[in-house]
């Protein structure tokens, strides 16, 4: 039962153009979002984050929105660069459930110079 | 302020061995949780510890289990090691919980078994 879904295993764009990447939960007890990036050979590293409080939260080139009725959250990266080539991961996790966090399966982008 | 440190960074295990990973957290970090990532089932949560406990668990046979020191420091075992035991993994620490500060990742240990 995947809990936390990312449909698009892969995500090309074009350096300077709009990534945007897509993530659908099940679990209506899912009270927090991150957005995580991982590159080969290290650990995931924090992007951003979003409360089920709030429908947006921006940081510089990233922006998350949270769509709680539709169960849906998206990672914008305006403008894409070279480095942002990466894996991405969206995770959730609920309140009573501390710092378990469930994972999608990632998406991997590739932005072209 | 040094980063999330686990030690082996890799490592060759036989079935039927037990292995023993080692995670330093981030000073001041008091939670430390555990992933397995695998190709197949992606990034899993094994377990977490909070002030020497563990406050959470995934669902992994009992096989897996872990602890957690006086100074934050933990480790997780492995007993009677599977083909399918093979993965990354990851280590996170966070000050308190996720909702309060989002986990640091270390770069994990990749086990191999033979």
């Known amino acids: 039962d995947q809990q936390v879904k990312q449909n698009s295993p892969s995500l090309s764009v074009q350096e300077g153009r709009i990534s945007i990447l897509n993530c659908d939960y099940t679990?209506?007890?899912?009270?927090?979002f991150l957005w995580y990036k991982k590159y080969p050979a290290e650990g995931p590293t924090f992007l951003i984050s979003?409360?089920?409080?709030?429908d947006k939260n921006e940081d510089g080139r990233f922006t998350v929105f949270l769509n709680k009725s539709a169960k849906h959250l998206s990672l914008h990266i305006v403008p894409s660069q070279p480095g942002d080539s990466a894996v991405y991961f969206c995770?959730?996790?609920?309140?009573?459930?501390?710092?378990?966090?469930?994972f999608g399966g990632g998406t991997r982008v590739l932005v072209k110079p | 302020k040094a980063g999330v440190t686990q030690t082996p960074r890799y490592l060759i295990k036989t079935r039927g061995q037990q292995v023993t990973l080692s995670c330093s957290p981030i000073s001041g970090h008091r939670s430390v949780s555990w992933y397995q990532q695998t190709p197949g089932q992606g990034l899993q949560f094994l377990f977490e510890?909070?002030?020497?406990?563990?406050?959470n668990k995934g669902n992994f046979p009992g096989r897996f289990s872990g602890r957690q020191f006086s100074n934050s420091r933990s480790e997780m075992n492995v007993s009677t090691l599977e083909l399918g035991d093979s993965a990354l993994y990851l280590c996170?620490?966070?000050?308190?919980?996720?909702?309060?500060?989002?986990?640091?990742f270390g770069n994990g240990t990749r086990l191999t078994v033979t």
């Open positions: 996170a620490s966070s000050r308190i919980g996720a909702l309060d500060s989002p986990l640091h």
């Open positions: 979003i409360s089920s409080i709030k």
């Open positions: 510890y909070f002030s020497e406990t563990q406050r």
């Open positions: 995770a959730a996790s609920a309140q009573a459930a501390g710092n378990k966090l469930t």
């Open positions: 679990n209506s007890m899912f009270d927090y």
